[in-house]
């Protein structure tokens, strides 16, 4: 089974840095886009930063300069380096994937992460 697992995730006060990984744990053939998306309390899911397979990348205008995504495609892994962080970047992080060809073959869509805590203090 193809699963996206985060780590990284922490408390850390205002201006601190923190990296966010995720994997593609299971058999897989190609995974394609890959992005960090948040959500905070009351709010809805955001996307942070996005990736494609090519390595072209995609940011939130609230993260510009701070964030940056990098994948590393032979080990199915998208990372978000985190610096300047702000107490507003508070959230749950979630790893995605819009399309992933399984080791079976099957084309699957829309995989998520189980999230990992942010916490910036101030």
């Known amino acids: 089974q193809v699963q996206l697992v985060e780590s990284g995730g922490g408390l850390v006060q205002t201006g601190g840095s923190l990296r966010l990984s995720c994997v593609v744990s299971g058999s897989v053939f190609s995974v394609n886009a890959m992005a960090w998306y948040r959500q905070s309390p009351g709010k809805q899911r955001e996307l942070v930063a996005r990736?494609?397979?090519?390595?072209?990348?995609n940011y939130t205008d609230s993260v510009k300069g701070r964030f940056t995504i990098s994948r590393d495609n032979a080990k199915n892994t998208v990372d978000l380096q985190m610096n300047s962080l702000k107490p507003e970047d508070t959230a749950v992080y979630y790893c995605?994937?819009?399309?992933?060809?399984?080791?079976?073959?099957?084309?699957?869509?829309?995989?998520w992460g189980q999230g990992t805590q942010v916490t910036v203090s101030s």
């Open positions: 990736i494609s397979i090519l390595g072209s990348t």
């Open positions: 995605y994937s819009d399309k992933i060809l399984e080791g079976n073959y099957h084309l699957g869509y829309d995989y």
